[in-house]
Protein backbone atom coordinates (compact mmCIF):
# COMPACT_ATOMS: atom_id res chain seq x y z
CA UNK A 1 0.00 0.00 0.00
CA UNK A 2 1.76 2.90 -1.32
CA UNK A 3 4.51 1.90 -1.82
CA UNK A 4 5.02 0.36 1.57
CA UNK A 5 5.95 -2.77 2.34
CA UNK A 6 5.44 -4.82 5.69
CA UNK A 7 6.99 -8.08 6.62
CA UNK A 8 4.13 -10.23 8.02
CA UNK A 9 4.47 -13.06 11.01
CA UNK A 10 1.40 -15.13 12.21
CA UNK A 11 3.33 -15.57 15.49
CA UNK A 12 6.36 -13.60 17.44
CA UNK A 13 9.75 -15.50 17.18
CA UNK A 14 11.29 -16.45 20.31
CA UNK A 15 15.43 -16.65 19.64
CA UNK A 16 14.62 -17.82 15.96
CA UNK A 17 11.76 -20.15 17.23
CA UNK A 18 8.01 -19.56 16.95
CA UNK A 19 6.70 -18.78 20.19
CA UNK A 20 3.43 -20.98 19.70
CA UNK A 21 5.29 -24.16 18.36
CA UNK A 22 7.02 -23.66 22.46
CA UNK A 23 3.88 -23.06 24.24
CA UNK A 24 2.00 -25.50 22.33
CA UNK A 25 4.44 -28.26 22.89
CA UNK A 26 4.71 -26.93 26.12
CA UNK A 27 1.09 -27.10 27.17
CA UNK A 28 1.00 -31.08 25.63
CA UNK A 29 3.30 -32.03 28.09
CA UNK A 30 2.11 -29.98 31.32
CA UNK A 31 -1.66 -30.92 30.60
CA UNK A 32 -0.73 -34.49 30.64
CA UNK A 33 -1.65 -34.45 26.84
CA UNK A 34 0.15 -36.52 24.28
CA UNK A 35 1.21 -35.31 21.11
CA UNK A 36 -0.66 -37.76 19.20
CA UNK A 37 -3.80 -36.66 20.61
CA UNK A 38 -3.45 -33.25 19.79
CA UNK A 39 -2.12 -34.29 16.04
CA UNK A 40 -5.23 -36.17 15.84
CA UNK A 41 -7.28 -33.13 16.95
CA UNK A 42 -5.71 -30.62 14.60
CA UNK A 43 -5.99 -33.47 12.03
CA UNK A 44 -9.63 -33.39 12.04
CA UNK A 45 -10.17 -29.74 12.68
CA UNK A 46 -7.70 -29.57 9.04
CA UNK A 47 -5.27 -27.26 11.46
CA UNK A 48 -1.88 -27.13 10.24
CA UNK A 49 0.81 -27.43 13.38
CA UNK A 50 4.01 -28.83 13.89
CA UNK A 51 5.23 -32.35 13.69
CA UNK A 52 6.25 -35.17 15.81
CA UNK A 53 10.01 -34.29 15.41
CA UNK A 54 9.48 -30.90 16.28
CA UNK A 55 7.48 -31.38 19.54
CA UNK A 56 10.08 -34.17 20.70
CA UNK A 57 13.16 -31.46 20.32
CA UNK A 58 11.76 -29.12 21.71
CA UNK A 59 10.51 -31.40 24.91
CA UNK A 60 14.39 -32.71 24.98
CA UNK A 61 15.81 -29.26 24.91
CA UNK A 62 13.42 -26.84 26.84
CA UNK A 63 10.53 -29.02 28.42
CA UNK A 64 11.89 -32.22 30.14
CA UNK A 65 14.70 -29.59 32.57
CA UNK A 66 12.04 -27.33 34.01
CA UNK A 67 9.11 -30.23 34.20
CA UNK A 68 10.39 -30.83 38.56
CA UNK A 69 13.39 -28.40 39.04
CA UNK A 70 11.73 -25.03 39.30
CA UNK A 71 8.69 -26.07 41.49
CA UNK A 72 10.80 -28.64 43.96
CA UNK A 73 13.67 -26.13 44.60
CA UNK A 74 12.15 -22.46 44.25
CA UNK A 75 8.94 -22.93 46.43
CA UNK A 76 9.60 -26.35 48.55
CA UNK A 77 11.62 -27.22 51.27
CA UNK A 78 13.28 -30.62 51.22
CA UNK A 79 15.08 -32.57 53.73
CA UNK A 80 19.26 -32.60 52.67
CA UNK A 81 20.29 -36.33 52.31
CA UNK A 82 22.02 -38.08 55.71
CA UNK A 83 20.70 -34.15 57.65
CA UNK A 84 19.12 -35.81 61.58
CA UNK A 85 15.90 -34.60 59.70
CA UNK A 86 16.32 -37.03 56.70
CA UNK A 87 17.72 -40.27 58.71
CA UNK A 88 14.54 -40.24 61.36
CA UNK A 89 12.27 -39.86 58.14
CA UNK A 90 13.92 -43.04 56.73
CA UNK A 91 13.43 -45.17 60.16
CA UNK A 92 10.46 -44.21 60.05
CA UNK A 93 9.43 -45.04 56.43
CA UNK A 94 11.59 -48.22 56.20
CA UNK A 95 10.56 -49.77 60.03
CA UNK A 96 9.91 -53.29 59.16
CA UNK A 97 6.84 -53.75 62.00
CA UNK A 98 5.38 -50.93 60.85
CA UNK A 99 5.16 -51.93 57.29
CA UNK A 100 3.84 -55.47 58.30
CA UNK A 101 0.85 -53.72 60.51
CA UNK A 102 -0.21 -51.04 57.50
CA UNK A 103 -0.55 -54.11 55.57
CA UNK A 104 -3.47 -54.82 57.84
CA UNK A 105 -4.90 -51.20 58.09
CA UNK A 106 -7.90 -52.79 55.26
CA UNK A 107 -10.47 -51.98 57.85
CA UNK A 108 -9.74 -48.67 59.21
CA UNK A 109 -8.25 -46.76 56.45
CA UNK A 110 -9.20 -46.36 52.85
CA UNK A 111 -7.39 -45.72 50.11
CA UNK A 112 -9.35 -42.91 47.72
CA UNK A 113 -6.38 -40.70 47.80
CA UNK A 114 -3.90 -42.87 46.27
CA UNK A 115 -6.54 -43.83 43.68
CA UNK A 116 -6.82 -40.55 42.85
CA UNK A 117 -2.91 -40.27 42.45
CA UNK A 118 -2.87 -43.74 40.07
CA UNK A 119 -5.91 -42.07 37.84
CA UNK A 120 -3.68 -38.54 37.43
CA UNK A 121 -0.75 -40.93 36.44
CA UNK A 122 -2.89 -42.90 33.88
CA UNK A 123 -3.25 -39.17 32.78
CA UNK A 124 0.05 -37.86 32.31
CA UNK A 125 1.35 -41.25 30.88
CA UNK A 126 -1.27 -43.38 29.55
CA UNK A 127 -0.45 -47.21 30.03
CA UNK A 128 -0.95 -48.32 26.37
CA UNK A 129 1.57 -45.40 25.07
CA UNK A 130 5.74 -45.91 25.02
CA UNK A 131 7.54 -42.98 26.24
CA UNK A 132 10.99 -42.73 26.92
CA UNK A 133 12.79 -42.66 30.28
CA UNK A 134 12.87 -38.99 30.36
CA UNK A 135 9.80 -38.86 29.71
CA UNK A 136 8.23 -41.68 31.84
CA UNK A 137 10.14 -39.44 34.74
CA UNK A 138 8.93 -36.10 33.46
CA UNK A 139 5.09 -37.20 33.49
CA UNK A 140 5.27 -38.88 36.87
CA UNK A 141 6.41 -36.15 38.37
CA UNK A 142 3.95 -33.74 36.80
CA UNK A 143 1.57 -36.20 38.08
CA UNK A 144 2.79 -36.13 41.71
CA UNK A 145 2.85 -31.99 42.08
CA UNK A 146 -0.60 -32.05 40.10
CA UNK A 147 -1.78 -34.19 42.90
CA UNK A 148 0.01 -32.24 45.87
CA UNK A 149 -1.34 -28.94 44.13
CA UNK A 150 -4.95 -29.88 44.55
CA UNK A 151 -4.98 -32.12 47.45
CA UNK A 152 -7.02 -30.61 50.24
CA UNK A 153 -9.87 -29.09 48.61
CA UNK A 154 -12.65 -27.69 50.25
CA UNK A 155 -15.99 -28.60 49.70
CA UNK A 156 -17.81 -26.42 47.41
CA UNK A 157 -21.07 -24.75 48.98
CA UNK A 158 -23.19 -26.16 46.17
CA UNK A 159 -24.38 -29.68 46.75
CA UNK A 160 -26.32 -31.81 44.28
CA UNK A 161 -29.46 -33.06 45.33
CA UNK A 162 -31.09 -36.63 45.76
CA UNK A 163 -27.22 -38.26 46.57
CA UNK A 164 -25.58 -37.15 49.34
CA UNK A 165 -22.12 -37.13 48.67
CA UNK A 166 -19.53 -34.24 49.16
CA UNK A 167 -18.69 -31.97 45.50
CA UNK A 168 -15.12 -30.58 45.83
CA UNK A 169 -14.26 -27.36 44.10
CA UNK A 170 -12.80 -27.75 40.82
CA UNK A 171 -8.56 -28.46 40.11
CA UNK A 172 -6.31 -25.74 39.54
CA UNK A 173 -3.44 -25.23 37.28
CA UNK A 174 -1.55 -22.74 39.13
CA UNK A 175 1.48 -24.64 39.68
CA UNK A 176 2.21 -24.91 36.18
CA UNK A 177 2.59 -21.33 35.56
CA UNK A 178 6.39 -20.92 37.03
CA UNK A 179 7.35 -23.70 34.88
CA UNK A 180 5.26 -22.47 31.44
CA UNK A 181 7.47 -19.35 32.16
CA UNK A 182 11.19 -20.69 33.08
CA UNK A 183 10.49 -22.68 30.10
CA UNK A 184 10.08 -19.42 28.06
CA UNK A 185 12.89 -17.81 30.06
CA UNK A 186 15.71 -20.93 29.04
CA UNK A 187 14.77 -20.47 25.53
CA UNK A 188 15.53 -17.05 25.47
CA UNK A 189 18.93 -17.41 27.23
CA UNK A 190 21.93 -18.27 25.04
CA UNK A 191 23.27 -21.48 24.11
CA UNK A 192 25.62 -21.47 26.43
CA UNK A 193 24.03 -20.17 29.39
CA UNK A 194 21.65 -23.06 29.48
CA UNK A 195 21.85 -25.99 32.00
CA UNK A 196 22.98 -29.38 30.17
CA UNK A 197 20.01 -31.15 28.65
CA UNK A 198 18.66 -34.66 30.67
CA UNK A 199 20.50 -37.62 30.51
CA UNK A 200 19.04 -40.76 31.12
CA UNK A 201 21.22 -43.20 33.21
CA UNK A 202 22.11 -46.31 32.28
CA UNK A 203 19.43 -48.96 31.39
CA UNK A 204 20.56 -52.58 31.15
CA UNK A 205 18.82 -54.54 28.35
CA UNK A 206 16.24 -57.19 28.20
CA UNK A 207 17.08 -60.40 29.66
CA UNK A 208 16.24 -63.08 26.81
CA UNK A 209 16.58 -66.78 26.82
CA UNK A 210 17.61 -66.25 23.21
CA UNK A 211 19.38 -63.55 21.20
CA UNK A 212 17.21 -61.24 18.59
CA UNK A 213 16.68 -62.76 15.07
CA UNK A 214 17.04 -60.34 11.64
CA UNK A 215 13.31 -58.53 10.79
CA UNK A 216 13.38 -60.37 8.08
CA UNK A 217 13.41 -63.65 8.88
CA UNK A 218 10.83 -62.91 11.89
CA UNK A 219 8.52 -61.31 8.82
CA UNK A 220 9.29 -64.69 6.99
CA UNK A 221 8.51 -66.76 9.23
CA UNK A 222 5.27 -64.88 10.97
CA UNK A 223 1.94 -66.79 10.41
CA UNK A 224 -2.04 -65.73 10.63
CA UNK A 225 -4.72 -67.75 11.42
CA UNK A 226 -6.67 -65.32 8.85
CA UNK A 227 -3.85 -66.24 6.36
CA UNK A 228 -5.48 -68.15 2.71
CA UNK A 229 -2.56 -70.80 3.32
Given at each position: ???H?Y??Q?Q???E?MAA??LL?????L??G?????V?????????????????????????LL???????F????Y?????????????????????????QL?L?C?????????????K???KRQ???????V????????DH??N????????S?????K?????????????M?????E??????????A???????PE??A???RP????????????????
Amino acid sequence: MNNHRYSWQSQPMLEGMAAGNLLLSSSILLSGSTFTKVASLADILNLKIFGENTFYNIQNKYLLLMRIHFIIFKTSTYYPSGSSAHNALKEVVFDKNQLKDIQQLTLCCHTGNLEVYHSLQTKYAPKRQHFSYSGMVARTQLAALDHNANTGRQQATVSREWVAKPVFEKTTNYHLKPMLNAIVERKCLKPQERSATVAAPHIPENIASKPRPPKADVVANHTSRFSNN
